[in-house]
């Protein structure tokens, strides 16, 4: 059974830092991408980043440059660094590992930006 479990969020002022992290269990978690995705109140979940096997990496525009994705393979865990938080990072953060043809996804862990 694939588990994801998020944790590290919280509410920080802007400028601030966090990093969340993703315990993962119930698949070979090396072998497998991993993607950070974040929805806001009232909009779309959002891809955010995300880290191949090869710990290749992507982010989205509003992102880059103040975000790393990174992987610890030997405590199946993903891990987003998020600096110079805004306002507008605002979101509940997902954590995803897409299985077969199916998208699964932690349970999420909010992020709060205010001052």
């Known amino acids: 059974q694939v588990q994801l479990v998020e944790s590290g969020g919280g509410l920080v002022q802007p400028g601030g830092s966090l990093r969340l992290s993703c315990v993962a269990s119930g698949f070979p978690f090396s072998s497998k991408a991993m993607n950070w995705y974040r929805q806001a109140p009232g909009k779309e979940r959002e891809m955010v980043a995300a880290?191949?096997?090869?710990?290749?990496?992507k982010y989205s525009d509003s992102v880059r440059g103040r975000f790393t994705i990174s992987r610890d393979n030997a405590k199946n865990t993903v891990y987003l660094q998020m600096n110079s938080l805004k306002p507008e990072d605002t979101a509940v953060y997902y954590c995803?590992?897409?299985?077969?043809?199916?998208?699964?996804w932690g349970q999420g862990t909010q992020v709060t930006v205010s001052s």
């Open positions: 880290i191949g096997s090869f710990s290749d990496t």
């Open positions: 995803m590992v897409k299985r077969y043809d199916e998208n699964l």
